[in-house]
T-cell receptor, first 112, second 112 residues
Framework: DAGVIQSPRHEVTEMGQEVTLRCKLI?????LFWYRQTMMRGLELLIY????????DSGMPEDRFSAKMPNASFSTLKIQPSEPRDSAVYFC??????????FGPGTRLTVT | KQEVTQIPAALSVPEGENLVLNCSFT??????LQWFRQDPGKGLTSLLL?????REQTSGRLNASLDKSSGRSTLYIAASQPGDSATYLC???????????FGAGTTVTVRA
């Protein structure tokens, strides 16, 4: 298995633009987590899906952030409009029933 | 709310020395504890997962212990090598929760 796949690996955009981050789960896994990592705040859980259903989105910072899971193996995290304070590394992680989590390589987002 | 602390924040040792990394957590009602490694600019790699019913897990030169009642876990890395240089994070999953609560990590440098 290729592991968790994220794209793009790096994204540089201007403030106000829409950003879409993508994640493909490990085959057979049914839980998906989106995290954000910054030096100041460490790793923060943004949203958790189980069997394609969002279970907890309390970590999503604002309405500018939205996440979807259109099928069992794929998810998107969208920021619209983006702001410089959104600059961070965004990780997704997959697991089976929320157990051992396997992280993707991350997307480094820079908003100028 | 689960609080996870890792001390020290940074550690520098000569090659060949054994490494001891500490993790403490405030709520002993855990489901499992996971140790991760993160290299600069990379994602998190799962090293070991200890279920709440287990006392330790071993993988090669790595050994992790868990004392749930005292809220502590220790990661031992035997005969350290420069390639072990990375940040090590521990994360705790609550017994009634799907979330992982992360420590801030210990950054290890192994000097050749």
């Amino acid at each position: 298995d290729a592991g968790v796949i994220q794209s793009p690996r790096h994204e540089v955009t201007e403030m106000g633009q829409e950003v879409t981050l993508r994640c493909k789960l490990i085959s057979g896994h049914n839980s998906l987590f989106w995290y954000r990592q910054t030096m100041m705040r460490g790793l923060e859980l943004l949203i958790y899906f189980n069997n394609n259903v969002p279970i907890d989105d309390s970590g999503m910072p604002e309405d500018r952030f939205s996440a979807k899971m259109p099928n069992a193996s794929f998810s998107t995290l969208k920021i619209q409009p983006s702001e410089p304070r959104d600059s961070a590394v965004y990780f997704c992680a997959s697991s089976l029933w929320g157990n051992e989590q396997y992280f993707g390589p991350g997307t480094r987002l820079t908003v100028t | 709310k689960q609080e996870v602390t890792q001390i020290p924040a940074a550690l520098s040792v000569p090659e060949g020395e054994n490494l001891v990394l500490n993790c403490s957590f405030t709520d002993s009602a855990i489901y499992n504890l996971q140790w991760f490694r993160q290299d600069p600019g990379k994602g998190l790699t799962s090293l070991l997962l200890i279920q709440s019913s287990q006392r330790e897990q071993t993988s090669g030169r790595l050994n992790a212990s868990l004392d749930k009642s005292s809220g502590r876990s220790t990661l031992y890395i035997a005969a350290s090598q420069p390639g072990d240089s990375a940040t090590y994070l521990c994360a705790v999953k609550g017994s009634n929760d799907y979330k992982l609560s992360f420590g801030a990590g210990t950054t290890v440098t192994v000097r050749a």
